[in-house]
């Protein structure tokens, strides 16, 4: 089993948080540009995306050695495409092409248009299961165990699939496994609240034998904070439910933005809003 690792931020907080903001904005200019939807999915995780892939993983060194990614809530792909540019693993010119026919980056990420993608995706909850399964083959096979991180969405717990996964990597003990759960509140049809019923995710999870932390997802510091303990627990695999908003104030907590793309006059008050 993996041992403990601290986040260690190459960079320090205000300069992640300012990134952040710039990805941000980014993600608000292309989403105009495209006409392409899901904004708010991507808006929200921004600051997790950020500390990941500046902060928490390995992604250098052998192939093999190194920390797995995977976007399960593949209709968030816009923020991940950008962060990808911001970490120099893709060509920031591409960005131009989001969402359009031929693209590398299409509306959800597929691996054969962009094989730094691990798995495709459209349909939920099919995330935490392919990681449990990397980590499981490499378990079996002996192999270098590197973590494997999982951004799920609040909306695809609902899927059986999500709990069934859930159960197996705790019967393996996959400590290695780290479940993100983008706690926006939001999902296609309404309020995640009012569809699965108030129920607290983050017992849910340890009733399923994890460990779990909830945080607000949008602080940098207490999102390095929950990076620095994983595994939270020897022997099992965890899980930080990440409360977030788009941090875009007219945007935030309204199901319309699951769908809507903004105008030229609502992108300008968004990029003001940010300061940027």
Same mark, same amino acid.
């Given at each position: 089993?993996?041992?403990?690792?601290?986040?260690?931020p190459?960079?320090?907080?205000?300069?992640?948080?300012?990134?952040?903001?710039?990805i941000?904005?980014?993600?608000?200019?292309l989403a105009?540009?495209?006409g392409?939807?899901?904004?708010?999915?991507?808006?929200?995780? $921004?600051?997790?995306?950020?500390?990941?892939?500046?902060?928490?993983?390995?992604?250098s060194?052998?192939?093999?050695?190194?920390?797995?990614?995977?976007?399960?809530?593949?209709h968030?792909?816009?923020? +991940?495409?950008?962060?990808?540019?911001?970490h120099?693993?893709?060509?920031?010119? +591409?960005?131009?092409?989001?969402?359009?026919?031929g693209?590398?980056?299409?509306?959800?990420?597929?691996?054969?248009?962009?094989?730094?993608? $691990?798995t495709?995706a459209?349909?939920? !909850?099919q995330?935490?299961? $392919?990681?449990?399964?990397?980590?499981?083959?490499?378990?079996?096979?002996?192999?270098?165990?590197?973590?494997?991180?999982?951004?799920? !969405?609040? !909306?695809?717990?609902?899927?059986?699939?999500? +709990?069934?996964?859930?159960?197996?990597?705790?019967?393996?003990?996959?400590?290695?496994?780290?479940?993100?759960?983008?706690?926006?509140?939001?999902?296609?049809?309404?309020?995640?609240?009012?569809?699965?019923?108030?129920?607290?995710?983050?017992?849910?999870?340890?009733?399923?034998? +994890?460990?779990?932390?909830?945080?607000?997802g949008?602080?940098?510091p207490?999102?390095?904070?929950?990076l620095?303990?994983?595994?939270?627990?020897?022997?099992?695999?965890?899980?930080?439910?990440?409360?977030?908003?788009?941090?875009?104030?007219?945007?935030?907590?309204?199901?319309?933005?699951?769908?809507?793309?903004?105008?030229?006059?609502?992108?300008?008050?968004?990029l003001?809003?940010?300061?940027?």
């Amino acid at each position: 089993m993996s041992m403990a690792c601290t986040a260690n931020p190459s960079l320090p907080v205000g300069k992640l948080e300012e990134l952040a903001r710039e990805i941000r904005g980014e993600c608000l200019t292309l989403a105009h540009q495209s006409g392409e939807g899901h904004l708010s999915s991507s808006l929200c995780h $921004i600051e997790l995306l950020t500390a990941l892939y500046f902060a928490f993983m390995n992604l250098s060194g052998p192939q093999e050695q190194r920390d797995r990614f995977i976007l399960s809530k593949g209709h968030g792909c816009l923020s +991940w495409y950008v962060t990808l540019a911001k970490h120099g693993d893709i060509p920031h010119d +591409w960005l131009t092409s989001y969402a359009k026919e031929g693209s590398p980056l299409p509306n959800h990420p597929c691996k054969h248009s962009l094989p730094i993608s $691990i798995t495709s995706a459209g349909s939920l !909850g099919q995330g935490l299961g $392919i990681a449990t399964g990397i980590l499981y083959g490499l378990q079996l096979k002996k192999q270098p165990e590197p973590r494997c991180v999982v951004l799920m !969405g609040d !909306g695809e717990c609902n899927e059986g699939s999500v +709990w069934e996964s859930a159960m197996f990597a705790a019967a393996q003990q996959l400590d290695n496994l780290l479940a993100i759960v983008d706690y926006n509140g939001i999902q296609a049809v309404g309020k995640s609240d009012e569809i699965s019923g108030h129920t607290d995710l983050a017992e849910k999870f340890r009733a399923f034998g +994890w460990d779990a932390v909830t945080i607000d997802g949008n602080s940098m510091p207490q999102i390095l904070a929950a990076l620095s303990h994983v595994p939270f627990t020897k022997g099992k695999p965890s899980v930080i439910v990440a409360k977030t908003r788009t941090m875009v104030p007219f945007m935030d907590g309204k199901v319309l933005w699951h769908y809507r793309v903004p105008s030229a006059e609502e992108l300008e008050i968004a990029l003001k809003e940010l300061q940027l």
